[in-house]
């Protein structure tokens, strides 16, 4: 039987894989035969991650790269293709913002918008032209539920959510004639170690119930995982998948369409 779901020698490149979803995605895609590049802002935790990753006999490499510096991440794509060709972008990092749009600062939102919109600009921007040169290629975002429907005390981050989308949308549209694919993975509420940051933070000596609270926002009563929203991510980046282009995947426990009957 065909091994299904192989990526095999390709070249993917992970922003923020370091921790969270993006290491759950890094070690996914590695265990298929993927060649992963992790370009983190903290090298520490990228280094963590491909040490994993080598630990099961796979292939990774850590970058430290600030997505929102386009000098930055132009030399990393640069170095990379001196080894090998680019066929997979993820761009995955991003930052988080609680309060409306009262208590939005100037700073908060530019700091949101260099992160979690310039970052997918800068990455995209730089991998396109090669991905054109190649007539192959494939660009997956991570937007979130809040690029669709409106999150109570969510505006700066939804906001940027809702850009990656539609930045999303115009590029699957622009480039489809070059064989290149964009598509985005739109997750609800997924438990990583900044959803237990948050909670410890703001809620302390209430962990527990604000766990269970926030888990049950999901209709289907509990958050995602780090490891489903990367078994979406390695089924687009597939073979199998390569009739799809210009979509976006809600992996939300039924939040969209079931909070709205």
Do not use: W
């Not at 972008?89 to 991003?94: C, D, E, K, M, V």
């Not at 505006?155 to 115009?170: D, I, Q």
């Not at 073979?239 to 426990?253: L, P, Q, V, Y």
């Amino acid at each position: 039987m065909i091994n299904k779901f192989s990526l095999k020698n390709k070249t993917v490149i992970i922003t923020g894989g370091g921790s969270g979803i993006g290491e759950a995605i890094s070690r996914t895609l590695a265990s298929q035969g993927a060649v992963v590049h992790i370009l983190d802002n903290k090298l520490e935790s990228a280094l963590e991650t491909v040490n994993r990753i080598k630990k099961d006999n796979f292939v990774g490499v850590a970058h430290k790269c600030d997505v929102s510096n386009n000098v930055e991440v132009n030399q990393v794509i640069h170095e990379i293709c001196k080894i090998s060709n680019i066929e997979i972008l993820i761009n995955n990092a991003g930052i988080a913002h609680v309060g409306n749009i009262e208590n939005c600062k100037e700073e908060d939102l530019d700091k949101l918008y260099n992160v979690n919109i310039k970052g997918v600009y800068n990455c995209s921007k730089a991998v396109i032209p090669i991905m054109k040169k190649n007539k192959n290629g494939l660009i997956i975002n991570l937007a979130s539920i809040a690029s669709s429907v409106g999150i109570s005390d969510r505006f700066a981050y939804s906001m940027t959510k809702g850009a990656v989308l539609t930045m999303t949308y115009s590029i699957a549209k622009d480039y489809v004639k070059d064989n290149i694919r964009c598509n985005c993975i739109s997750p609800a509420r997924v438990h990583t170690p900044f959803v237990d940051g948050f909670i410890k933070k703001n809620y302390p000596n209430e962990e527990k119930k604000m766990f269970k609270n926030l888990s049950k926002t999901q209709p289907i009563g509990r958050m995602g995982t780090p490891q489903e929203i990367a078994d979406l991510a390695l089924y687009l980046c597939s073979e199998e998948a390569k009739f799809i282009t210009g979509s976006n995947f809600a992996i939300d426990g039924g939040f969209v369409t079931l909070n709205s009957q």
